[in-house]
């Protein structure tokens, strides 16, 4: 397993220290739940543009696009975040 070294503010390490005392968990616990949660979000916003960009592109192209489904769409990313998390 990697190590990582990171400095922060006082206030901030006083908030993670006081959450962990009140919960029993320890900081890394929950810097990597952080790091786990803001990293799929910076995925999922990541592959939203270029999903965006290659829409563009497509229209430019005069290709007719159909639109999406929401459920179908939500039911998309659900297989793309198994499938990333296996």
Known sequence: MA???LRIDDELNARITALAQKTGRTKTYFIKKLLVEAIDDLEDELWAQEAARELI????NGEQL?????VESMKELDKRDLASNT
């Open 57 to 60: 592109k497509r229209r430019a």
């Open 66 to 70: 159909e639109a999406l489904d929401w």
């Open 3 to 5: 190590m990582l070294t």
